[in-house]
Every structure is written in structure tokens, then in C-alpha cells.
């Protein structure tokens, strides 16, 4: 495919197809060690993900949002951009935060309910963000502010097609490009909101299309492919930081497992579909390129893996031993000063035994 045009304009980039064969011309220029640090990252956020279903199930966890599929949209841009660009999540990037160097533990803990999870400080992130969208105008604000500062550094936002329905999306980038923000969005496309498919969610033929309206740059990747998600999120960062302004990307991905573990997917979707995109899995075609380049063979890649299943065990034993929170850690790390009303619940809450 390599770059390929829409008849809309919309340009569609992949550089790594289903079957592992590389685009010579497109091929981001990436060290050794970053590939095989991208490729650790991806195992690692898939097998987190099978750990916290698995807590999950036997109620030592709350709900999870898995990622199994996403992790090249994830993964790829996190390599692609610097420790003080800013990362705005919303609740399904687990392996964005992996690669950011975020302890496991912090991200099991946050799923326990435990507001240590949302301890971002220090870095340049933003704790998790459930209310879908809301998290696009904050990047908007980071960028603005940013430019207003004199500081080189790009905010990258994740939101799903479901979040390009909410008027935040609109105003997020409408602000964005009137203040030429240094922003991007970074729209996974997975297909689905819970249950809606993305052809209900708007009549639009692309959603990279929409930032036509606010006069920004806008285009598709195929988001199971790492080398390309690498490659527009470092030429997106490179046109924020030269003052060209905000991105959205979509990228056309699909989510594997549930929306979240409450969540019975084949309630509104047929097997045949998931297995076509099982087909086109992110992790499988990586590896291939990473063998076709003589970089890992299958016994690196078989020792990666029992490594980071026994660091995740520790991570998982460390997480179950931490001990309950109290109940005013609630919104401790929510608000610079918690609000008196906040307050008065805790109190009452005590009250009442603490019982969460
Ligand atoms: C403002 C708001 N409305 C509704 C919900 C409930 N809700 C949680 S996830 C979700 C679907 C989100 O879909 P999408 O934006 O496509 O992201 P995905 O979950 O597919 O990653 C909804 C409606 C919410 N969290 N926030």
C-alpha cells in the first residue's frame, strides 16, 4: 500500500503489511536497541493485559480496559516522541504507559481502585481519564500553554472513534487550530464504542477527514503496523515543534478483546470478524520484521518473553501485598485542595465504616 490516497485526500500510510514485508522507502531510520525495546514493550502490555483479566476474574481487581491489538498504536508513538512531551491518556493505554517506564505496579494498583495509580507527578503525563473525551481538551490547554511558555514539547492525546462524537473532540480542536496548539491526537479507531460500531458513530468516510474542519493537518495509518505509527507521530511532533501546528491521526486499528471485563463482545459482533483482524496482529508481523533483519530469532524472543513473565509476577505479587488505601487517598492526587464538599463525603463515609 505504502501511502495511499483516499478519494477523499485522506492520505493512508502503512509500511509494514500483515505478512511482515517492509516498505524499503518508507522504513523509519530506528536504532537496535529502540526495536527491540518497542518489541519488549508490546509483549509486556499484552501479557499485563491477560494478568488484569485474570485479577479481575478472581476479584482482586476492578474493571480493565484491555489493549490486546492497540499495541502498535501505543507503542510506536511512545518511542517516537521525548520523556517531557506530554502524554494525555484516556483509559486503554496500557502499553503507552509501559513504555513510558510506568511501574506495572502503578497501573494494576490504579485498577484496584487504588488512587496510587493516578500518581502521575513528576512526569509529563496525566493520570487516566474516563470521561471519554474530556482529556482532548486538556492536551489542547498543555499545547497552548506550552507555546505561551517558549517550551519545545508536544502533547499526545489518545481518545477512541467513540470520543470523536462528544463535543469536547470539536472544541478541543477547534482550539487547537485557531491557537496552533502543539498537539496530537491520536484517534485509535478500534471500530467499536462498547457496542456501537464506528459506521454509527458518524457518516463521515474517514475520521482523519474531520480535521479538514478546523484547518489542521489530518491522515490514517494502519495501526497495527509499529514502524508506521512511529514514523507519523515523529513527523507530527516535528511539524508541532516547528510551529506547524496540531495532528489527528487515525489510527484504523481493532479491538481484540472485550471493551472491558464487563463487558461480552459477541453480544454484538461475529467470531469470523475478530479472527480477520487476529490475522493482522501487530505483535505477530514485528517479530517477523525483527528476524527478517537478523536483529532477534525466535529463542531472544522466547527468553524476552519468560523474563517479562516473571517480572510481571513479582509486579503482580508486589501490587496484591500493598496494602488497602485510606479513604480520604481518594482524591488526594485529584486536586491540588480537595473541595470542603469532598471533604464532608469522606468524613461521612468514615462514618459509616470506610466501606468502600
Ligand atoms: C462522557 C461519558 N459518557 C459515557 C461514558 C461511558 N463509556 C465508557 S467507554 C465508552 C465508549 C468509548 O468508546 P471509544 O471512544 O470508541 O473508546 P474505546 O473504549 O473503544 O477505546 C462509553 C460510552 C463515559 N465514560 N463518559
Known sequence: MPIEKLDNGVEKVQILDKDGNVDKQLEPDIPEETLIQMYKDMVYARKLDKKAFKLQRRGDAGTYAPVQGEEACQVGPAHALDDDDWFVPSFREAAFAISRGYSPVKLLRYFMGDSYGSKVGGTNSLPVSIPIASQLLHATGIG??????????????????GATSQGDFHGALNFAGVYNSPVIFFNQNNRYAISTPREKQTASQTIAQKADAYGIKGLQVDGNDILATYKVAKEAKERAENGEGPTLIEGLTYRIGSHTTSDNPSRYREDEEVQKWKEKDPITRFSKYLKDKGILDEIDMKKIKKEIEEDLDKQVEKALEMEDPELEEMFKHVYEEVPQRLKKQVKTAEKRGGDR
Open 144 to 161: 497552548m500553554a506550552s507555546n505561551i511558555k517558549g517550551e519545545e514539547t508536544t502533547s499526545i492525546v489518545y481518545f477512541g472513534d
